[in-house]
């Protein structure tokens, strides 16, 4: 996979009232922001996991000219960590990820001319759509990628993936839940399960990409332990009690939901809400793919470079709802 080089990179300073020290988010843009072009701002999964996941979509500007902006999210990454607020849940909010979204689009001057789009994948597709919901002057398009449009939803999806596994693994995470200890043999076969069958449906080892971005995970799960919790199967951190759902209707640009067919948030429980709420919206899922299907094989990369590219570049939007 070749990886595209940035045009520009830097750190915008990210002024969070709570806190005295001073914070920073890291950016990378792809592409000629003053081309004309609308840019697609790109968020992360995670959470925590970092932009360098989404280098694949870097295509975008070579392939469609459509400029790409990725950037690591408050706590990982290159952007400022805060181990210090570690399991503080009072901080770690969807609203502190609205905030730096909305810092990103004014430091980039982003909302006039030909404004922008926003895609986000996983939590990054949560933050998006909530920040929707707030109908952001230039807002163009939105893909909602693997995302879902609440927490209690995401324990369902995992409910309902666990209830699919091999019983062996079954019990592995009902010992891990029971004892709190997520770091035996056979809870990291259950996990690694679900990352090859529901996450990453590479054939051959994890694309580095996804491995680095694990590795982020790994490093400082501050981010993710406080948000989602130590394990995708007992989400106990403050995503468990997030929804945009009521807010939904207030979607009013065109939007793509992009997902798997083994997706661990693409079941129906998790996109429904988006398909029956929001009223300009398509539904497009992947035969074969999982969570990451930029990732997963040439062909699913190259299915999605194309849907992404088609949808943010069409002469019209087709209302038409369709899966």
């Not at 988010?25 to 701002?41: E, H, I, R």
């Not at 849907?307 to 709802?321: H, Y």
Request: aromatic share 10%; net charge neutral.
């Amino acid at each position: 996979m070749a990886v595209n080089t940035p045009s520009d990179e830097g750190k915008i300073p990210f002024k969070i009232a709570s806190l005295d020290k001073p914070c920073f988010t890291y950016y990378k843009v792809f592409g000629d922001l003053k081309s004309g072009q609308t840019p697609l701002v790109c968020l992360h999964g995670g959470p925590g996991g970092g932009h360098i996941s989404l280098l694949p979509l870097t295509e975008l500007w070579t392939r469609f000219q459509i400029p790409v902006i990725l950037y690591d999210q408050i706590g990982c990454g290159d952007s400022t960590h805060l181990p210090h607020t570690a399991g503080d849940k009072s901080f770690w909010q969807v609203s502190l990820f609205l905030s730096e979204l909305n810092n990103l689009l004014d430091h980039l001057h982003l909302r006039d001319g030909p404004g922008f789009h926003l895609m986000g994948r996983s939590f990054g597709g949560m933050v998006v759509a909530d920040f929707a919901t707030t109908r952001p002057r230039g807002l163009r398009r939105l893909i909602i990628a693997s995302g879902s449009p609440s927490g209690e939803l995401i324990a369902q999806a995992f409910d309902e993936l666990k209830d699919e596994m091999p019983s062996e693994h079954q019990q592995a995470i009902a010992e891990a839940g029971r004892t709190n200890n997520f770091n035996t043999d056979d809870y990291k076969a259950a996990f690694n399960y679900l990352v090859k069958n529901n996450v990453c449906r590479s054939s051959g080892p994890l694309p580095k990409v996804l491995q680095d971005a694990l590795k982020n995970l790994d490093t400082d799960t501050t981010v993710k332990n406080s948000v989602l919790g130590i394990s995708p199967f007992f989400i106990d951190g403050s995503l468990r009690e997030w929804t945009c759902i009521p807010r939904l209707n207030r979607i009013t640009v065109p939007t793509l939901l992009q997902t798997g067919e083994f997706d661990t948030n693409g079941r129906d429980c998790a996109q429904k809400p988006f398909f029956d709420l929001i009223p300009r919206v398509r539904w497009v899922k992947f035969a074969g793919a999982g969570h990451s299907s930029h990732l997963e094989s040439d062909e699913l990369r190259e299915k999605t470079i194309k849907l992404f590219g088609n949808f943010l570049t069409p002469p019209t939007f087709s209302e038409t709802r369709q899966l």
